[in-house]
């Protein structure tokens, strides 16, 4: 690690050094928004750019660990608009629905989808942080998903995540209650019957 710079404070360590680049960068980020680059990042931590390369080779890399450092801001914003949502289909239909119209407009997760080709950003969608994303979000509802086993929940995320990926690579041309009547339609119904699934599967083995 350098030890020059950072304003006079050396980081205690590489973990240290991470964590005051990131919130560097989301300060950097809401002054400048997508020209943020890592000569930007490194000026407001008063190092070289040679010492920010060190933890992060390129700027997307650097932008994209920004973005997966804030997602818990993220989740946790949607957690406070579906509070008090018990019924499951109900609430992953309005959480893919709130998802799809919150991403653009978040200043770090969204500044992912503004600065990639639409494809290179859904195609992050579905890997497996996206499913620990997904999993972490489901455990923030005001569901009881103990009614659900662990197969029912994984398919869920699935099929939750490859909606959203497929919304962001065509958009529908008018949103809003189109795409909550077709997430009512067909994402709702999908979750109450993984629920009927585990219990039929439950009476099956009792």
């Known amino acids: 690690m350098r030890t020059r710079g950072w304003g006079g404070k050396v980081p205690a360590s590489d973990?240290?050094?991470?964590?005051?680049?990131?919130?560097?960068?989301?300060?950097?980020i809401d002054l400048h928004g997508?020209?943020?680059?890592?000569?930007?990042?490194?000026?407001?931590?008063?190092v070289t750019r040679q010492t920010v390369y060190r933890y992060f080779p390129s700027t997307d890399e650097l932008l994209s660990a920004?973005?997966?450092?804030g997602v818990g801001v993220f989740l946790d914003q949607l957690a406070e608009a579906l509070a008090g949502i018990t019924d499951p289909g109900e609430a992953v239909a309005e959480g893919v629905a709130l998802t799809l119209e919150r991403l653009p407009h978040d200043p770090y997760?969204?500044?992912l989808l503004r600065t990639q080709p639409a494809s290179a950003f859904a195609v992050t969608v579905t890997t497996d942080t996206g499913r620990t994303?997904?999993?972490s979000l489901l455990n923030r509802l005001d569901v009881d998903w103990a009614e659900f086993d662990e197969q029912s929940v994984d398919d869920i995320i699935e099929m939750v995540l490859r909606t959203l990926q497929s919304f962001i690579l065509a958009?529908?041309?008018?949103?809003?209650?189109?795409l909550r009547r077709l997430l009512g339609r067909w994402i709702a119904p999908a979750v109450t019957a993984a629920r009927g699934a585990t219990k039929a599967r439950a009476s099956a083995r009792s």
């Open 34 to 46: 997508e020209q943020t680059s890592i000569a930007d990042v490194a000026r407001t931590l008063g």
């Open 109 to 111: 997760l969204g500044l």
């Open 15 to 28: 973990e240290d050094a991470v964590a005051r680049i990131l919130a560097a960068t989301r300060r950097t």
């Open 66 to 69: 920004t973005a997966a450092d």
């Open 171 to 178: 958009p529908l041309p008018a949103p809003g209650q189109e």
């Open 133 to 135: 994303f997904g999993h």
